[in-house]
């Protein structure tokens, strides 16, 4: 079974770790935090460390670097503190691990919990550094597909259309992932109306819609409003299994000096 770490958690800061989903000075207009850079293998279980009201997951790394381990989430939620996620790499480990007691909020997280979006590329970007704001250099497929949903609700796409050009744009990398590359490959296409492009290029620019934003705003604020109201907490519905692998990547951080 379980065993805590010495004391209770204490009311320090929620610790958030966000990217390029949202800038840290519009997250801080909504919740007050300790805001550090997207979560990677080992910085949940170092936050752990640091006794948070609870940890957000907005933005991870993956790919290059080690994804953020479901086991010290679930370390996280065990030993006391709530593990909430959104938008990126945050729905798609709270989708994974709702049923232990991680909570997901927004769109997104929704759509992966419920089996309508099942591929990680689907939230994936690449982005400048930490030091520019992590600017985004591609277009997240959640993103694209709310806005060519809002188009055909706007009467600006057709329904063929809507559908290919989700297509073209699922298909490529999300290296390559933007509008300017969706559509430029979908004038190529005989079967789409060149007066619908036409239409949406125009439409774009103050139709464009960013789910991803969305969805980190709603998380930000749900810790927020819960913290008001007394009700940030987590009951883990599991026993954390102290494995000889978790003792193995834990044990360096976990009985470091303090």
Known sequence: CSQRL?????????????????????????????????????????AV?????????????????????HKEILFAMSQGIPVLGA?????????????????????IFDAYADGRLEDDDEVAVTHG???????????????IRRTLS??????VLSV???????????DLSYRDRNYGRMLREAEEEADIDPAEIV???????????DQKREDALTLLTRVRDKITS???????LYSFEHTTMWEQVARPLLHAPV
């Open 6 to 46: 010495k004391g209770p958690v204490m009311s320090n800061p929620v610790i958030v770790f966000l990217g390029p989903t949202l800038p840290v000075a519009a997250a801080r207009r909504v919740l007050n935090a300790d805001y550090r850079p997207p979560v990677a293998q080992g910085d949940v279980l170092r």
């Open 49 to 69: 460390m640091d006794r948070p009201a609870a940890i957000a997951i907005i933005d991870g790394y993956f790919e290059n670097v080690p994804a953020v381990w």
């Open 87 to 107: 938008a990126s790499m945050g729905a798609l480990r709270a989708a994974e691990l709702a049923a232990f007691g991680m909570e997901g909020a927004g769109a």
């Open 129 to 143: 550094p930490a030091e520019l704001g992590y600017p985004s250099l591609s277009e997240a497929m959640v993103n």
């Open 150 to 155: 809002d188009a055909h609700a706007a009467g």
């Open 160 to 170: 063929p259309t809507r559908r290919r050009l989700q297509e073209i744009a699922k």
């Open 199 to 209: 239409a949406f290029r125009e439409w774009l620019p103050t139709g464009r819609a």
């Open 230 to 236: 007394g009700t940030l907490g987590v009951r883990p």
